[in-house]
């Protein structure tokens, strides 16, 4: 790296969206241990992070679970990284806004990563809590965020996935299935009954009477994004116009999502976002037989040599 290019490059932040665990302490899928040594799938994606160059990561959580979730990560990778956290509240709106009456959940991902606005200033990527997305997913998105720049446009990224390295044997999936022209996303669309059938895969939209296929290699979004700071003032200038409508249509459960977001910036032209494929696989606990497998592939991957024993000494 020249000289010049290192006194002008911001450190890409990571964010971590764990807001949702709010439910899930006391033992559910989340935040049960997927190694021998006590580790959660959280600490592998830390360790990822940590092992790619990412010097800072911001936790999104709710503010009641703050103990839990702090001495869920104590003397862990709080040694290797700058850890902060900000607080996904449901009450955090416009001025002029009020929570519906009987609202209890939150405003979904986009309000998520609103609420570390104050907190950034350069490139963030932004992945889930219990999901792993495996090294070279962290590796080529935090290379990316290190260049990247907005111009005439803004200048986002995503990792895709092969669908096949994203699937489980227990059931039907949601998946964002990516449209692209030359590396670029041009639309996601949200499937969300997919699933093999023997070898094939195949989605529904009639609940199994009819399927479509969909071929092995289609590119699809695990929710690992790359932006810049322009995103968090993009979606902070919709969120007024995303609560006129939901507040009228769907007040108690309508949610303002990051593929949304994206899609609207890329039909307004306003933005492209490069497509990084990686080849690992993609591994979450959708289901509770999803466990036995996901921790099966974690020890083989340290049996390899690409973790060690222990995550974190």
């Given at each position: ?256 999502y990051l593929p949304l977001a994206v899609d609207r910036l890329l039909k307004e032209d306003k933005a492209t ?41």
């Amino acid at each position: 790296m020249d000289w010049e290019r290192e006194k002008n490059m911001k450190e890409p932040t990571l964010v971590i969206m764990a807001a949702g665990m709010g439910s899930r302490f006391g033992g559910l899928k989340q935040i049960e241990p997927v190694s021998d040594k006590g580790e959660i799938i959280l600490d592998f994606s830390l360790y990822d992070a940590v092992m790619a160059g990412f010097k800072k990561v911001i936790f999104i959580i709710k503010k009641e679970i703050e103990e839990d979730f702090k001495n869920l990560i104590k003397d862990k990778s709080e040694k290797r990284i700058q850890v902060e956290y900000a607080f996904q509240e449901i009450d955090d709106l416009p001025e002029g806004y009020s929570v519906p009456e009987g609202r209890v959940k939150p405003w979904g991902t986009c309000h998520a990563v609103l609420a570390c606005r104050e907190m950034i200033d350069g490139p963030f990527a932004v992945i889930n809590a219990d999901d792993y997305y495996g090294p070279g997913a962290f590796q080529i998105i935090y290379d990316y965020l290190c260049d990247a720049k907005d111009d005439e446009k803004y200048r986002y990224c995503m990792v895709g996935y092969k669908l096949e390295n994203t699937l489980t044997e227990n059931g039907y999936v949601a998946r964002g299935v990516c449209r692209e022209e030359n590396g670029y996303l041009t639309e996601i669309t949200e499937r969300e009954k997919i699933r093999w059938e023997g070898e094939e895969i195949v989605y529904t939209v009639d609940d199994g009477n009819t399927f479509t296929k969909v071929p092995r290699g289609t590119t699809v979004s695990m929710n690992f994004w790359g932006f810049n700071r322009s995103f968090i003032d993009e979606i902070e200038a919709q969120f007024a116009e995303f609560l006129d409508k939901t507040i009228t249509e769907n007040p108690l459960k309508g949610e303002y999502y990051l593929p949304l977001a994206v899609d609207r910036l890329l039909k307004e032209d306003k933005a492209t976002v490069k497509i990084l494929i990686s080849a690992d696989r993609w591994y979450g606990v959708t289901y509770r037989d999803d466990k036995e497998s996901v921790v099966a592939a974690l020890q083989s991957l340290k049996d390899k040599g690409i973790y060690p024993d222990r995550l974190w000494k």
